[in-house]
């Protein structure tokens, strides 16, 4: 069945450093993906996104890098700060979900940095 | 901003009760959606709503019903709590056609 999974369930990185956060999905059609990170006791919350014709997009310190020939998803954080550590989540919306923005998650890695 | 308010931050039920969770947003989105979060299984959804009165069942929506009398308003229904209905239940909210959803801040639910 479809599943969107992440790599790592946890990533510890030293203030400063830069980190990536890596996603492999299954479903080969889907049309657009999402970043979301959660801190401890909130909702996911929205970081970045990017459809299935590109391969790039660049926000505020962060990256998010789509390779559909390998089905890979990244997220990557510059100068990774204290308030970064959290649980990020990948997502994904197959193209026959339509307008309704029915989300695929995957699992979760969580983001411990180090001071 | 937008905001989306859920009923209770904790919960705690009893076996067999009837719970009622609610969830309220202020930003007139179409689309709105109900997820339990368990360790290990990432998000799952149970149902979504994409129109006032409409209702689809997402892939969990066992032991579970929903209610959406008003655009704004998305209750999820367990008719009678079982103790495995004990996780954080997360709604989020979604305009058309941006495919972003919002999160409320989650009600964690334990069941006795």
């Known amino acids: 069945g479809e599943s969107v999974g992440l790599h790592l369930p946890t990533l510890s990185v030293q203030e400063g450093d830069n980190s990536i956060i890596n996603c492999a999905y299954s479903n080969s059609a889907s049309d657009y993906f999402i970043w979301y990170k959660q801190e401890s006791g909130k909702g996911p919350q929205f970081i970045i996104d990017?459809?299935?014709?590109?391969d790039k997009r660049q926000g505020q310190r962060v990256t998010v890098l789509l390779n559909k020939t390998v089905k890979h998803l990244s997220l990557q954080i510059a100068a990774t700060q204290p308030g970064d550590s959290a649980v990020y989540f990948c997502a994904e919306i197959p193209i026959r979900s339509g307008n309704t923005g029915k989300l695929i998650f995957g699992q979760g890695t969580t983001l411990q940095v180090k001071p | 901003d937008v905001k989306v308010t859920q009923s209770s931050r904790y919960l705690v039920k009893r076996t067999g009760e009837k719970v009622f969770l609610e969830c309220v947003q202020d930003m007139d989105h179409e689309n709105m959606f109900w997820y339990r979060q368990d360790p290990g299984l990432g998000l799952r959804l149970i149902y979504f709503?994409?129109?006032?009165?409409?209702?689809e069942k997402g892939d969990i929506p066992e032991g579970y019903s929903v209610s959406r009398e008003k655009k704004e308003r998305f209750s999820l229904i367990l008719e009678s709590a079982s103790t495995n209905q004990t996780s954080m239940y997360l709604c989020a909210t979604g305009g058309t056609p941006s495919y972003e959803q919002y999160f409320g801040p989650g009600t964690r639910l334990t069941v006795t």
């Open positions: 990017i459809r299935s014709n590109m």
């Open positions: 709503s994409y129109d006032v009165k409409m209702k």
